[in-house]
């Protein structure tokens, strides 16, 4: 997701109060009390959105200055990760990381040339999700914060009343923060639903859920963004975007130290659900190649002793001792990631086995090179499994 440049003074609250679960109260110095809870959205669908309710003391809030709802991202140095971390997490957890996450594409002036000890001066992202399952984490939870929903430019074309009210800004302490736009009304005791718009950032997500996102222009096919006024081309997920196959692109080109810093992510942190376990698993194994077969291809492929004990400890995590799940999903998920090579029309393509289309029909999405997908039964593949190594796929 990505952020705003908001300019003018913020309203910072000078209290936070929880009240009790989905709910917290907010009072500002001049006197202005607000409640943020969670409730059903009020966009179908959608589940459960932010709220706010304005108590007083005067009859209606118009906001003429900004008003600052918190912090979203980060409340600590764990929050903070680098490109290939975050490329990791997702991976493990399937995309879900990213619903939540921001990328940290400072613009403005900053107060400060770190946060929580990482240089700002990165290409970073803002995680709010556990590194053990990728769901939000309490801290997140308790702000409400993330529980706001998207207005995106077709609904509001559709539906005027759903005019976004709240967008994300950074601080110039580097912080992330929610605020509560200029020129907005809320009656006291009506509760009004918080919502903020994502930007194009967000739009490998909306594919994902199949969001519908713009107005069409003119021209076939571009879209254009009513809220931002960027145009972009229409689009269906991209599968060469995520997955297997895009977590092997990323890889043939980590560094060194990158591969260190995965390697280490996945000791410190390795996932608690047996199927992103096994994408862990089946990511070292990968790096393993990669550093046989590219990264060290100078030094014949003889890898350092430091890295080889940092692989191997890596893979002993999958399966666990004893685990039921863990051999179960070994079983069932022993095709997912492996590379096929097959005839397509006139040319022969690599690509790789994506996920499973049909669980119980053991019917297989796999994903090649050009961007192509198609479906296939177990036995249709059994002859086109193919380990072109790093640098031939």
């Given at each position: 997701m990505s952020s705003n440049d908001v300019t003018g003074e913020w309203m910072v609250p000078d209290k936070f109060e929880k009240r009790e679960e989905g709910k917290r109260e907010l009072r500002f110095d001049n006197g202005d009390r607000l409640l943020l809870s969670i409730d059903k959205s009020l966009i179908p669908n959608s589940g459960r959105g932010l709220?706010?309710?304005?108590?007083?003391p005067?009859?209606?809030l118009y906001t003429t200055h900004l008003m600052d709802l918190g912090v979203y991202a980060p409340i600590d140095a764990q929050g903070i990760k680098k490109k290939n971390i975050m490329e990791l997490k997702n991976f493990l957890f399937e995309q879900h990381p990213s619903e939540w996450s921001y990328h940290a594409n400072f613009t403005g002036e900053k107060t400060k040339e770190n946060l929580f000890g990482v240089e700002l001066d990165q290409e970073l992202f803002y995680d709010v999700t556990k590194n053990s399952d990728g769901r939000l984490h309490e801290c997140a939870?308790?702000?409400l914060l993330p529980y706001a929903n998207e207005s995106t430019p077709e609904m509001q074309r559709r539906q005027r009343t759903?005019?976004?009210?709240m967008t994300p800004c950074f601080h110039k302490d580097g912080t992330l923060h929610y605020i509560i736009l200029k020129d907005r009304a809320f009656l006291k005791n009506e509760k009004t639903e918080l919502l903020v718009y994502y930007g194009k950032e967000y739009q490998?997500?909306?594919d994902r859920k199949e969001y519908e996102i713009s107005e069409v222009s003119q021209e076939k096919n571009i879209f254009i963004c009513v809220h931002c006024k960027h145009y972009w081309?229409?689009?269906n997920p991209d599968p060469l975007s995520e997955g297997y196959i895009s977590i092997r692109k990323s890889i043939s080109s980590f560094s060194e130290s990158q591969v260190y810093e995965v390697l280490q992510y996945c000791l410190l942190y390795p996932p608690e659900p047996s199927s992103a376990r096994r994408r862990m698993w089946w990511l070292v194994e990968q790096i393993r190649l990669y550093c046989?077969?590219?990264l060290y291809q100078q030094q014949n492929g003889v890898l350092p002793d430091l890295l080889l004990t940092k692989i191997e400890e890596a893979l002993l995590l999958y399966p666990r001792i004893n685990h039921a799940l863990d051999l179960q999903i070994r079983e069932r998920h022993q095709y997912l990631g492996e590379g096929v090579r097959m005839l397509r029309g006139d040319k022969w393509l690599n690509g790789f086995i994506e996920s499973f289309a049909d669980d119980s029909q053991n019917i297989y999405k796999v994903v090649f090179v050009n961007g192509?997908?198609?479906l296939f039964h177990e036995e249709e593949l059994e002859d086109c499994f193919f380990n072109g190594g790093y640098g031939a796929l």
């Open positions: 709220f706010l309710e304005y108590l007083g005067r009859s209606q939870k308790s702000s759903l005019l976004p009210n490998d997500v909306r081309k229409s689009s046989h077969q590219l192509d997908v198609d």
